[in-house]
């Protein structure tokens, strides 16, 4: 059982090395991740060529894009009751001078085990997490007994932590209990 966190997830990194991590975490976790991983990964599937920034994709071009790439439509859009994801399609872009995408999502905490846990491959990927409510154990663990992440305050009760190491903490266990 796991329980849906109110915060948003950014991950910006180089196109190639965010498509390896999205099959790393696809193959470590199994049909779980493809549940709360691959659908978070629309926009960085495409190539710059099928991508228009600011223009949400057509219910025909996911589905072209879902075939292009080997995942259902069900398995992409299963999750999209999440209250703010309706704002997906705006709040994700590429960035043609430094060949990167950047994602915001909301995901869930399970979501979470499962990128951190395999993060450490691809240092050239930033994370960055947004929590909208600033009592959440799972953001001190990873803060005061990780290491991982450092805290920034930023107003109306937002913490801001971002991803400093290239190595994930020893501490650092997936499933933990909090």
Known sequence: M?????????????VKDIGRFRKAACKIYGQKAQDDLVFSFEKLLPT???FKEGAPLTQKQRSELNKKYGYSNKVLWRRFNWGMM???????????????YTLYINASTMCLHGILSISRLFSSIRF???????????????????GYFRENRI?????????YGKILSSDYRPGVKY
């Open 86 to 100: 309706e704002d997906f399609d705006k709040n994700s872009y590429f960035d043609e001078d430094r060949k990167t």
């Open 128 to 146: 960055t997490l947004e929590e909208i409510y600033s009592d959440d154990a799972f953001f001190r663990y990873l803060n005061l007994e990780s």
């Open 48 to 50: 710059p060529k099928e």
């Open 2 to 14: 796991f329980r849906i966190t109110p915060y948003y997830l950014t991950i910006e990194g180089p």
């Open 155 to 163: 107003q109306d009760g937002i913490m801001r932590y971002e991803k």
